[in-house]
Protein backbone atom coordinates (compact mmCIF):
# COMPACT_ATOMS: atom_id res chain seq x y z
CA UNK A 1 0.00 0.00 0.00
CA UNK A 2 1.57 3.70 -0.96
CA UNK A 3 1.48 5.75 2.30
CA UNK A 4 1.73 9.02 1.09
CA UNK A 5 -1.16 7.98 -1.34
CA UNK A 6 -3.26 7.00 1.60
CA UNK A 7 -2.26 10.51 3.34
CA UNK A 8 -3.15 12.34 0.57
CA UNK A 9 -6.67 11.11 -0.47
CA UNK A 10 -7.37 11.31 3.57
CA UNK A 11 -6.21 15.06 3.62
CA UNK A 12 -8.39 15.51 0.59
CA UNK A 13 -11.54 13.93 2.32
CA UNK A 14 -10.75 16.06 5.04
CA UNK A 15 -10.77 18.85 3.35
CA UNK A 16 -13.96 18.58 0.85
CA UNK A 17 -15.26 18.06 4.58
CA UNK A 18 -14.12 21.20 5.94
CA UNK A 19 -15.27 22.87 2.94
CA UNK A 20 -18.91 21.55 3.00
CA UNK A 21 -19.05 22.00 6.50
CA UNK A 22 -18.52 25.76 6.16
CA UNK A 23 -20.43 26.16 3.20
CA UNK A 24 -23.21 24.73 5.53
CA UNK A 25 -21.80 26.79 8.19
CA UNK A 26 -22.26 30.42 6.19
CA UNK A 27 -25.85 29.05 4.67
CA UNK A 28 -26.80 28.59 8.35
CA UNK A 29 -25.71 32.24 9.40
CA UNK A 30 -27.55 33.66 5.86
CA UNK A 31 -30.26 31.81 6.89
CA UNK A 32 -30.82 33.03 10.56
CA UNK A 33 -30.17 36.58 9.69
CA UNK A 34 -32.90 36.60 7.26
CA UNK A 35 -35.36 34.15 8.75
CA UNK A 36 -34.95 35.25 12.46
CA UNK A 37 -34.84 31.38 13.22
CA UNK A 38 -32.36 29.16 14.47
CA UNK A 39 -30.06 28.46 11.79
CA UNK A 40 -28.87 24.85 11.88
CA UNK A 41 -32.64 23.74 12.27
CA UNK A 42 -33.89 26.59 9.33
CA UNK A 43 -31.05 24.56 6.65
CA UNK A 44 -32.28 21.07 8.12
CA UNK A 45 -36.12 21.83 7.02
CA UNK A 46 -35.52 23.96 3.70
CA UNK A 47 -33.78 20.50 2.67
CA UNK A 48 -36.01 18.05 3.75
CA UNK A 49 -39.83 19.07 2.72
CA UNK A 50 -41.91 16.64 5.21
CA UNK A 51 -40.04 18.74 8.17
CA UNK A 52 -40.04 22.14 6.70
CA UNK A 53 -43.99 22.27 6.81
CA UNK A 54 -43.49 22.61 10.94
CA UNK A 55 -41.57 25.92 10.16
CA UNK A 56 -43.69 27.41 7.37
CA UNK A 57 -46.75 27.00 8.87
CA UNK A 58 -46.06 29.58 11.97
CA UNK A 59 -43.13 31.72 9.43
CA UNK A 60 -43.80 34.58 6.82
CA UNK A 61 -39.82 34.53 5.85
CA UNK A 62 -39.80 30.89 4.90
CA UNK A 63 -42.64 31.95 2.71
CA UNK A 64 -40.57 34.85 1.32
CA UNK A 65 -37.63 32.66 1.21
CA UNK A 66 -39.44 30.40 -1.13
CA UNK A 67 -40.46 33.20 -2.91
CA UNK A 68 -37.37 34.65 -3.40
CA UNK A 69 -35.63 31.38 -4.29
CA UNK A 70 -37.80 29.39 -6.91
CA UNK A 71 -34.96 27.10 -8.25
CA UNK A 72 -34.17 25.53 -4.70
CA UNK A 73 -34.72 22.27 -5.31
CA UNK A 74 -37.64 21.26 -2.67
CA UNK A 75 -39.30 24.31 -3.38
CA UNK A 76 -42.19 22.84 -5.06
CA UNK A 77 -42.90 20.41 -2.36
CA UNK A 78 -42.38 22.60 0.64
CA UNK A 79 -45.17 25.32 -0.97
CA UNK A 80 -47.54 21.88 -1.22
CA UNK A 81 -46.55 21.29 2.33
CA UNK A 82 -47.08 24.74 3.35
CA UNK A 83 -50.49 25.49 1.10
CA UNK A 84 -51.63 22.05 2.84
CA UNK A 85 -50.78 23.03 6.18
CA UNK A 86 -52.62 26.48 6.08
CA UNK A 87 -55.99 24.66 5.32
CA UNK A 88 -57.58 23.59 2.22
CA UNK A 89 -61.28 22.74 0.94
CA UNK A 90 -61.64 18.99 1.94
CA UNK A 91 -63.09 18.42 -1.36
CA UNK A 92 -60.14 19.23 -2.88
CA UNK A 93 -57.83 17.50 -0.26
CA UNK A 94 -59.60 14.28 -1.52
CA UNK A 95 -59.60 14.88 -5.14
CA UNK A 96 -55.73 15.52 -4.74
CA UNK A 97 -55.28 12.14 -3.09
CA UNK A 98 -54.33 13.71 0.29
CA UNK A 99 -57.48 12.94 2.43
CA UNK A 100 -59.83 9.91 2.53
CA UNK A 101 -62.82 10.74 4.23
CA UNK A 102 -66.43 8.79 4.93
CA UNK A 103 -69.74 10.48 6.65
CA UNK A 104 -71.37 8.82 8.99
CA UNK A 105 -75.15 9.78 10.89
CA UNK A 106 -76.21 10.57 13.72
CA UNK A 107 -79.63 12.58 13.66
CA UNK A 108 -81.79 14.71 11.85
CA UNK A 109 -79.22 17.70 13.06
CA UNK A 110 -75.62 16.37 13.23
CA UNK A 111 -73.84 13.84 11.52
CA UNK A 112 -69.43 13.05 11.76
CA UNK A 113 -67.21 13.11 8.91
CA UNK A 114 -64.30 10.96 9.48
CA UNK A 115 -60.83 12.20 7.86
CA UNK A 116 -57.84 10.10 7.58
CA UNK A 117 -54.67 11.72 5.76
CA UNK A 118 -52.64 9.79 3.29
CA UNK A 119 -50.03 11.66 2.91
CA UNK A 120 -46.72 11.80 5.74
CA UNK A 121 -47.09 15.84 6.47
CA UNK A 122 -49.79 17.66 8.35
CA UNK A 123 -52.64 18.31 7.14
CA UNK A 124 -55.73 20.61 7.73
CA UNK A 125 -58.99 20.60 6.49
CA UNK A 126 -61.47 23.03 5.73
CA UNK A 127 -65.17 21.44 5.68
CA UNK A 128 -67.29 24.49 4.35
CA UNK A 129 -70.80 25.04 4.89
CA UNK A 130 -72.74 23.64 1.90
CA UNK A 131 -70.50 20.19 1.75
CA UNK A 132 -72.91 17.90 0.34
CA UNK A 133 -72.94 14.12 2.61
CA UNK A 134 -74.78 11.82 0.02
CA UNK A 135 -76.51 8.71 1.31
CA UNK A 136 -75.41 5.15 0.41
CA UNK A 137 -78.75 4.23 0.91
CA UNK A 138 -81.28 5.79 -1.36
CA UNK A 139 -84.16 5.48 1.14
CA UNK A 140 -82.07 7.65 3.87
CA UNK A 141 -81.84 11.57 3.78
CA UNK A 142 -78.71 13.27 2.14
CA UNK A 143 -77.37 15.82 4.41
CA UNK A 144 -76.04 19.60 4.00
CA UNK A 145 -73.61 21.21 5.78
CA UNK A 146 -74.77 24.54 7.51
CA UNK A 147 -71.48 25.21 9.65
CA UNK A 148 -67.95 25.45 8.57
CA UNK A 149 -66.02 23.41 10.69
CA UNK A 150 -61.71 23.00 10.00
CA UNK A 151 -59.65 20.05 11.66
CA UNK A 152 -55.80 19.80 12.17
CA UNK A 153 -54.64 15.92 10.96
CA UNK A 154 -51.46 15.09 12.74
CA UNK A 155 -51.64 11.20 12.94
CA UNK A 156 -52.16 8.69 10.43
CA UNK A 157 -55.21 7.47 12.30
CA UNK A 158 -59.21 8.19 11.44
CA UNK A 159 -60.28 11.77 12.91
CA UNK A 160 -64.22 12.14 13.48
CA UNK A 161 -65.26 15.85 12.78
CA UNK A 162 -68.79 16.54 14.42
CA UNK A 163 -71.02 18.84 11.77
CA UNK A 164 -73.92 20.82 12.10
CA UNK A 165 -76.27 19.80 9.46
CA UNK A 166 -79.66 20.02 7.73
CA UNK A 167 -81.75 17.49 5.75
CA UNK A 168 -81.84 17.17 1.80
CA UNK A 169 -84.92 16.04 1.03
CA UNK A 170 -88.52 16.15 2.76
CA UNK A 171 -89.60 12.39 2.42
CA UNK A 172 -86.67 10.49 3.40
CA UNK A 173 -85.83 8.49 6.75
CA UNK A 174 -83.75 10.25 9.29
CA UNK A 175 -80.44 9.32 9.12
CA UNK A 176 -78.81 7.24 12.54
CA UNK A 177 -75.28 5.80 13.51
CA UNK A 178 -75.38 3.38 10.62
CA UNK A 179 -76.22 5.47 8.32
CA UNK A 180 -73.29 6.14 6.04
CA UNK A 181 -72.21 9.23 3.36
CA UNK A 182 -69.89 10.03 1.35
CA UNK A 183 -68.75 13.78 0.08
CA UNK A 184 -70.27 14.65 -3.05
CA UNK A 185 -69.00 17.01 -5.89
CA UNK A 186 -71.21 17.95 -9.02
CA UNK A 187 -73.24 20.72 -10.24
CA UNK A 188 -76.30 19.81 -8.07
CA UNK A 189 -73.63 20.51 -4.47
CA UNK A 190 -71.80 22.94 -6.07
CA UNK A 191 -75.48 25.10 -6.34
CA UNK A 192 -76.25 23.96 -3.02
CA UNK A 193 -72.46 25.24 -1.84
CA UNK A 194 -73.68 28.86 -3.26
CA UNK A 195 -77.06 28.80 -1.52
CA UNK A 196 -75.84 27.79 1.58
CA UNK A 197 -72.84 30.72 1.96
CA UNK A 198 -76.22 32.96 1.50
CA UNK A 199 -77.24 31.74 5.02
CA UNK A 200 -75.60 32.31 8.58
CA UNK A 201 -76.17 30.03 10.97
CA UNK A 202 -79.02 31.65 13.24
CA UNK A 203 -81.87 29.57 14.43
CA UNK A 204 -84.36 31.73 12.59
CA UNK A 205 -82.46 31.14 9.07
CA UNK A 206 -82.48 27.06 9.50
CA UNK A 207 -86.51 27.08 8.18
CA UNK A 208 -85.70 29.39 5.47
CA UNK A 209 -82.44 27.55 4.61
CA UNK A 210 -83.79 23.79 4.49
CA UNK A 211 -86.71 25.10 2.45
CA UNK A 212 -84.35 26.54 0.30
CA UNK A 213 -82.38 23.11 -0.23
CA UNK A 214 -85.25 21.27 -0.71
CA UNK A 215 -85.83 23.33 -3.76
CA UNK A 216 -82.59 22.03 -5.39
CA UNK A 217 -82.69 18.56 -4.31
CA UNK A 218 -86.01 17.39 -4.63
CA UNK A 219 -87.09 19.77 -7.35
CA UNK A 220 -90.39 20.84 -5.85
CA UNK A 221 -93.12 23.30 -7.50
CA UNK A 222 -93.72 26.58 -6.11
CA UNK A 223 -96.77 25.41 -3.96
CA UNK A 224 -94.75 22.39 -2.59
CA UNK A 225 -91.86 24.73 -2.08
CA UNK A 226 -93.34 25.84 1.48
CA UNK A 227 -92.80 30.18 0.10
CA UNK A 228 -96.12 30.81 -1.21
CA UNK A 229 -98.43 32.13 1.47
CA UNK A 230 -102.14 33.29 1.37
CA UNK A 231 -100.05 36.58 0.14
CA UNK A 232 -98.73 35.39 -2.51
CA UNK A 233 -95.04 34.80 -2.58
CA UNK A 234 -92.99 37.46 -0.28
CA UNK A 235 -90.06 40.03 -1.86
CA UNK A 236 -87.87 38.50 0.19
CA UNK A 237 -88.76 34.65 -0.81
CA UNK A 238 -89.04 36.14 -4.45
CA UNK A 239 -85.45 37.19 -4.13
CA UNK A 240 -84.17 33.66 -2.50
CA UNK A 241 -86.15 31.45 -5.09
CA UNK A 242 -84.58 33.81 -8.09
CA UNK A 243 -80.76 33.00 -6.51
CA UNK A 244 -81.87 28.92 -6.69
CA UNK A 245 -82.48 29.10 -10.04
CA UNK A 246 -79.37 31.18 -10.57
CA UNK A 247 -77.30 29.29 -8.65
CA UNK A 248 -78.48 26.14 -10.59
CA UNK A 249 -78.15 27.62 -13.69
CA UNK A 250 -74.59 28.67 -13.03
CA UNK A 251 -73.10 25.76 -12.04
CA UNK A 252 -74.63 23.62 -14.92
CA UNK A 253 -77.89 21.93 -13.22
CA UNK A 254 -80.53 22.06 -16.23
CA UNK A 255 -82.57 24.74 -14.68
CA UNK A 256 -85.35 24.28 -17.15
CA UNK A 257 -85.84 20.89 -16.37
CA UNK A 258 -86.74 22.94 -12.61
CA UNK A 259 -90.53 23.28 -11.90
CA UNK A 260 -89.64 26.17 -9.89
CA UNK A 261 -88.34 27.39 -13.61
CA UNK A 262 -92.05 26.83 -14.86
CA UNK A 263 -93.65 28.59 -12.17
CA UNK A 264 -91.05 31.51 -11.99
CA UNK A 265 -93.88 33.93 -13.35
CA UNK A 266 -95.76 33.80 -9.72
CA UNK A 267 -92.94 34.99 -8.20
CA UNK A 268 -90.37 37.49 -10.69
CA UNK A 269 -92.33 40.49 -10.49
CA UNK A 270 -91.74 40.06 -6.40
CA UNK A 271 -87.88 40.43 -6.77
CA UNK A 272 -86.37 43.34 -5.55
CA UNK A 273 -83.14 43.14 -7.01
CA UNK A 274 -82.72 44.68 -9.97
CA UNK A 275 -79.06 42.97 -10.51
CA UNK A 276 -80.91 39.69 -9.88
CA UNK A 277 -83.64 40.48 -12.31
CA UNK A 278 -81.50 41.46 -14.56
CA UNK A 279 -79.34 37.95 -14.37
CA UNK A 280 -82.62 36.29 -14.50
CA UNK A 281 -83.81 37.57 -18.04
CA UNK A 282 -80.42 36.92 -19.35
CA UNK A 283 -80.93 32.73 -18.66
CA UNK A 284 -82.36 31.45 -22.61
Request: include cysteine; proline fraction near 4%; aromatic fraction near 6%.
Amino acid sequence: MNITTTREERAKRLGNRAARRLFWTLISLLAGLFLGMPASSQVQDINDSYHAYRTLQTSKQLSDFLDNNPRHPETAKIREAFDISLGRSVITLVKDGHLEVEGRGVDIQRAVLRVRRRVPHHVTAIIPKGSYLKSRQTAIQNMIVIKEEKVRIITDGWVEVPLMVACANRDRAEPTSTTRFDLQSGPEAQALFRLVAEFDSRASNIRALQQAVWCITDNPSLIESGFLTSRGVEPESANLLAKILLFCHETGVDVHSRRLWHDRAHFLSKVTTLELTHKMEKIP
